[in-house]
């Protein structure tokens, strides 16, 4: 059974330096292009993880406030405020509430979720109103 299996061995550590960092982003270079199935196409596969886990860490980026999420979620759509009216209420609602002037109520994050298939878990989170 085991000569269905490969093993290969190769050394996986993970990156916890902005050197060792720039060395993995200067070998992903010369391996991007191998050939799948291959040695170094797999060790890309290794490295991409590495990477992708040492920036997470490190370059954390942020994710938008409900309301800013609704505006790139609507701009992806093509769709106008006036589409909103449906999951939040009348144009002025929407309008309050594109430009934080009125908080989103449980109905709206509900009918919104649907609407513009954003998770609930940005569409709950806190944010300040506009003066």
Same mark, same amino acid.
């Given at each position: ?32 292009? @191998? =050939?799948?199935?291959?040695?170094? @196409? ?5 490295? =991409? ?19 800013? =999420? ?12 006036? *589409? ?5 209420? &009348? ?22 979720? &649907?609407?513009?298939?954003?998770? =609930? *878990?940005?569409?709950?989170? *806190? ?5």
């Amino acid at each position: 059974m085991l000569e269905n299996y490969i093993i290969i061995i190769m050394e996986v550590k993970p990156i916890k330096t902005e050197k060792e960092y720039q060395h993995a982003l200067s070998r992903m270079e010369l391996l991007f292009d @191998s =050939a799948i199935g291959t040695k170094e @196409s797999d060790e890309a596969d290794i490295l =991409a993880l590495l990477i992708d886990d040492y920036e997470e860490k490190q370059y954390p980026i942020e994710a938008p406030d409900p309301i800013e =999420a609704i505006k790139i979620r609507m701009e992806e759509m093509g769709l106008k405020q006036k *589409d909103l009216v449906s999951a939040i209420g &009348g144009k002025s609602r929407v309008s309050e509430v594109l430009h934080k002037k009125r908080k989103l109520t449980i109905e709206m994050i509900r009918n919104l979720i &649907g609407r513009l298939n954003l998770s =609930a *878990d940005v569409l709950i989170k *806190d944010y300040p109103l506009s003066e």
